[in-house]
């Protein structure tokens, strides 16, 4: 039974509900592109963590063949990056991908 229904109290007006319902569609609305919003970022997040664990196995992978240290290995996958104008995370998916040691630049 709505509050307005219930004995003892009067009928809201039309005008109070509309504004009422405008107000609750608003907050609705709100909440609609607060989600989006988080599911965005979520996603972003999800894909930035996927791209660090890949860099990281194509570090690891390049120290092994090339008896490097960690910044030794980001530099190589730094400058792979540059020289063919691609982003660190593809160079290093080729690198996890291939298991061989790509070209230095």
Do not use: Y
């Not at 319902?21 to 996603?43: G, H, P, Q, S, W």
């Not at 030794?72 to 996958?77: E, T």
Request: glycine share 6%; proline share 6%.
């Amino acid at each position: 039974m709505p509050l307005d229904e219930r004995p003892g109290t009067l009928p809201a007006a039309p005008a109070d509900r509309a504004t009422a319902l405008l107000e609750a569609l608003r907050t609705v609305f709100a909440l609609i592109d607060d989600l989006e919003a988080l599911r965005t970022e979520n996603r972003q997040l999800k894909e930035a963590l996927e791209g660090r664990a890949l860099i990281e196995r194509a570090k690891g992978m390049l120290m092994a063949l090339h008896g490097c240290d960690e910044a030794a290995a980001f530099q190589l996958l730094v400058a792979l990056s540059r020289k063919q104008g691609r982003k660190v995370r593809a160079v290093a998916a080729d690198v996890t991908a291939s298991g061989a040691a790509l070209p230095l630049p």
